[in-house]
Structures are given as structure tokens and as C-alpha cells.
């Protein structure tokens, strides 16, 4: 059995959130991230220790946007499918709910699987 979860202690791995109720699940991530030198300066090096970078479907947001919401733990490999088929339906499928996962599902506007 794990540990429980400490809500005052962000940690790093990948889950499947909901940005909304009765929305669709969104791949989300926290990582570490170490800065080796000044953005746009490669020339100028920077010894800083590593922080803490929350993402969800691949766009930077705030740790707490990602960590104090509930979610599916998912590996590493799902994580990075579910980034491919979110900007998939984002280019090819625009009425598909994970295109735009701030909107709940509508059920009338899903296309029939057969």
C-alpha cells in the first residue's frame, strides 16, 4: 500500500484529470526541471537547484492546477499517447470533446461508432 498523498507536497508523475465535471479526462504532469543557462543565453551558465513544472495536455499551468486535483495515475508511455491524441483531435477532430476539454461532453454532438 502507498503512502497517502500529502496535498502541502507536490510530487513528481503523470496523471488523467478532468478540467471540469462531465468533462473529458486531460493528460496532466509534474516534473522536475533544471535550468542550465540563461533562456536565450546559452553562453551564460546557471547553477540553479531543480523546481517543480506542472503541465496539463502540454501547456505550462501552476502546480496546483495539476497536484489538488483529483486524477488517474497513468506511466509515462500513456501519458505521452494520450499528449499525441489530444493535439490529434485539436487539429483533425474540433467537435471531439478532447479538443476542447473546458467544455463537458455533449452526448448529442459525439459521432456514432458505427
Not at 471540469?20 to 546557471?46: L, Q, S
Not at 495536455?57 to 489530444?86: C, K, M, N, P
Amino acid at each position: 500500500m502507498s503512502a497517502p498523498r500529502r496535498i502541502d507536497a507536490p510530487q513528481p508523475g503523470f496523471w488523467m484529470i478532468r478540467l471540469v465535471k462531465g468533462g473529458p479526462e486531460v493528460p496532466a504532469r509534474i516534473y522536475r526541471h533544471t535550468t542550465t543557462c540563461e533562456p536565450g543565453d546559452p553562453a551564460n551558465a546557471m547553477e540553479r537547484p531543480s523546481f517543480l513544472v506542472a503541465e496539463i495536455a502540454g501547456e505550462t499551468v501552476e502546480l496546483d492546477a495539476v497536484w489538488l486535483r483529483s486524477g488517474r495515475a497513468v506511466d509515462e508511455a500513456e501519458y505521452r499517447f494520450q499528449i499525441a491524441d489530444h493535439a490529434h483531435a485539436r487539429e483533425w477532430r474540433p467537435r471531439d470533446a478532447k479538443a476542447d476539454p473546458h467544455r463537458r461532453i455533449d452526448l448529442l454532438a459525439v459521432a456514432l461508432p458505427f
